[in-house]
């Protein structure tokens, strides 16, 4: 009756890339809406092209990992059959929501669509889809009978692995993004901060949360099934692989080298594969 | 007991305090939904904890024991149900908590999130499965196979208003989470060692078996 980390695979790769999709879509839409380089040149959509098909490959890749998953994927059509209750439902018609606005932007990129208030809210739109697809994706994992993932940690965590992971992807392929040294410059600058900050908070979200899921036993619980002492080695090489990360980035920052950037997106993944694992690997309900 | 057009909730009553542990009911729902190897509709927990006390100047054994036989709850809040994207677990009428397998996509998510793992997941069919009150049993008037099977009476089953003016007894024993978070259709007339469970760290001592 147990379920164990090792069967949450295609879960693990759903969550990370759905994240990495939405964390680097708002990161060219963040460049798009307030960009140094739309303003002053009014070009910027074509440029966004090649990040908005990733974008949209990533959560097509993500879906269909997903399905893995499932038991019975020829029957996932009727996922959408009760958004009255089921997170899970309302996660996948945001999902939809989100990438149909993301292709739709990038037909706009192609069309090399002026830079007009619709467009600029169709990017704002998307981002609150996004936005949505993380919440009910969290929310779908804090059920009331589930202790260690009915809390902070699973939105700030999701959420923060978005704000991570998506602007170094965007980071690490920002050479197709950007014609001219000085624009990718400024993403440099904009993408190591919001990095750092994501940085801070995972260690932040780390030390305050993630103790609390490994000694969780109420009165009614059951044992884990995954003892608190294993947990200590996923959580150092967590932090050293954030730590290698922060390295990257700051050296990057110095040395101007894209490379460093790809590594700090790598060394930021394994981190959050780590602690995804770790994610699935806790649950334990009440009762039986 | 027949079936009833009144009924508004049908819920299971179990008695702790006599039940043996024989496991008939268990095996009367295996055998008569032909469940595969590893599926148990019904379920029946051991309880065990307890240690040595010191008594006056001698060590005397305080130890408990008691047995739980669990099936689904059809509670009157399904977290099951709200859980399912595909509707495929909805209540009926009379409060029985359904499950059409045709509908079910394997997720899994309604077996996360029921606490007293009424869910369970056939690998052979890619489906859950959980009991379904021997609803087929209902129709011609008899009453569920593990009911009927219990050699002790430790378990009855009927309307859940009409039994609780029949029985006094709980909803929460240890190991079974607060009722209020799916408000089960269930009363349990707890084993007298029941109260110091928790306090005296019991644990299921046969999850082997279940």
């Not at chain 1, 003892?227 to 040395?255: G, K, N, S």
């Not at chain 2, 095996?27 to 379920?43: E, G, N, Q, T, Y």
């Not at chain 2, 008691?66 to 909805?90: F, N, R, V, W």
Request: glycine content about 6%; charged content about 15%; overall charge positive.
């Amino acid at each position: 009756m147990s379920l164990t980390a090792a069967k949450e695979w295609p879960l693990i790769a759903f969550t990370l890339l759905s994240q990495i999709a939405v964390g680097a879509f708002w990161t060219l839409a963040a460049a798009t809406l307030f960009s140094w380089e739309a303003r002053v040149r009014g070009e910027n959509e074509f440029l966004v092209l090649p990040g908005l098909v990733i974008v949209a490959a990533l959560l097509v890749a993500a879906a269909a990992l997903s399905f893995f998953h499932l038991g019975r994927p020829k029957r996932a059509v009727l996922v959408l059959a009760n958004l009255r209750t089921s997170w899970l439902s309302r996660e996948i018609l945001f999902e939809l929501a989100f990438l149909a606005m993301v292709v739709l932007l990038a037909f706009f990129s192609w069309r090399r669509a002026e830079r007009t208030a619709l467009v600029q809210g169709a990017y704002i739109l998307a981002s609150l889809f996004g936005a949505l697809f993380l919440y009910s994706m969290s929310r779908l994992y804090m059920l009331r009978t589930v202790p260690a993932w009915h809390g902070l940690y699973t939105p700030l965590s999701f959420f923060l692995s978005a704000l991570l992971l998506g602007p170094l992807a965007a980071a690490a392929g920002q050479k197709r993004l950007f014609t001219f040294p000085e624009r990718a410059y400024a993403f440099q600058d904009v993408v190591g901060v919001s990095a750092l900050a994501a940085v801070a908070l995972i260690v932040l979200v780390i030390l305050l949360f993630t103790p609390r899921i490994g000694f969780l036993r109420t009165k009614t619980a059951t044992l884990l099934e995954f003892p608190a002492r294993r947990m200590y080695p996923f959580l150092v090489f967590r932090l050293l692989f954030l730590a290698a990360a922060v390295f990257f980035i700051v050296l990057y920052h110095d040395v101007e080298r894209g490379a460093l950037m790809t590594l700090a997106f790598v060394s930021a993944g394994a981190a959050e594969i780590l602690g995804r694992y770790l994610f699935y690997a806790v649950y334990s309900r009440l009762g039986v | 007991m027949e079936q009833q057009a009144w009924v508004r909730q049908y819920a299971f009553t179990f008695d702790s305090s006599s039940c043996t542990g024989c496991k008939a009911c268990q095996v009367a729902c295996k055998d008569k939904h032909d469940l595969p190897v590893d599926i148990l509709w019904r379920r029946v927990y051991e309880v065990t904890g307890g240690t040595w006390k010191k008594e006056g100047g001698v060590w005397v054994p305080a130890v408990l024991s008691y047995y739980l036989s669990m099936a689904c709850h059809h509670c009157q809040k399904p977290i099951c149900g709200e859980a399912c994207p595909t509707q495929a677990i909805y209540k009926r009428d009379d409060g029985i908590v359904m499950l059409e397998t045709l509908a079910c996509i394997g997720c899994r998510y309604c077996e996360w999130a029921c606490p007293y793992g009424a869910i369970q997941f056939d690998p052979a069919s890619r489906v859950v499965t959980k009991c379904h009150f021997c609803y087929d049993y209902l129709a011609l008037g008899e009453p569920p196979a593990c009911v009927a099977a219990c050699p002790m009476r430790a378990l009855d089953f009927g309307d859940l208003s009409e039994l609780r003016k029949k029985y006094a007894g709980t909803r929460e024993i240890f190991p079974l989470p607060e009722a209020s978070l799916t408000e089960p259709a269930l009363i349990i007339k707890p084993h007298r060692d029941a109260a110091r469970a928790s306090k005296d760290t019991a644990e299921v001592a046969n999850w082997e078996e279940i």
